[in-house]
């Protein structure tokens, strides 16, 4: 286990972090940017997870159409795929790849304010698989209902 602001948590072993640098070099963009795409697709989705984020708490089919399709998706996709959905054929860069290692040691999604809480790991793999199977089904419509649905899980496991 490792500190992270004062709480444990767990990191990801080494099979998850090998899937993780995979998957993110798989979803980077074309264009040079010098971000990790797909760490931008897991945060946007643990945000809509989170209970903390305030907005349409109460009903789960307006937060994610409002907040996570129409405000964080779209944002991602016309910041880095604004010529559609090209996939990078280069690896990721140093700096990159410190991020996703970076991340691969604290996979938290909500610090837990009584303790140590080790379903945080297996719910971020869970948002982790949500994402993969929504960006290779490349980001379209058909695809937003089966992530509502998996993600609408961890969000039930969260409140």
């Known amino acids: 286990m490792k ?30 940017v010098s971000e990790v795409v797909f760490l931008e697709v897991i945060k946007a989705a643990a945000s809509f997870c ?10 789960k089919d ?4 409002e907040l996570l399709i129409n405000k964080f ?4 996709k016309s910041k880095y795929y604004f010529n559609g959905l090209k996939y990078a054929k280069r690896p990721l860069t140093n700096k990159q790849y410190a991020l996703v290692l970076k991340k691969c040691n604290v996979p938290i999604i909500r ?4 303790g ?9 793999v869970k948002i982790v698989r949500a994402c993969r ?4 089904a490349k980001m379209s419509k058909q695809a937003e209902q089966n992530l509502f649905e998996r993600l609408c899980v961890v969000l039930d496991a969260l409140s």
């Open 116 to 124: 140590h809480n080790p379903a945080q790991k297996e719910l971020f």
């Open 3 to 32: 500190t992270v602001y004062g709480y444990y948590v767990d990191p990801l072993d080494y099979k998850q972090k090998c899937q993780l640098v995979s998957l993110c070099d798989e979803f980077q963009p074309y264009t040079n």
């Open 73 to 76: 998706m779209a944002k991602i």
């Open 133 to 136: 199977d929504y960006m290779r």
């Open 50 to 59: 989170s209970s903390s984020y305030y907005p349409f708490f109460t009903d």
């Open 62 to 65: 307006k937060r994610f159409n």
């Open 111 to 114: 610090i837990d304010p009584k």
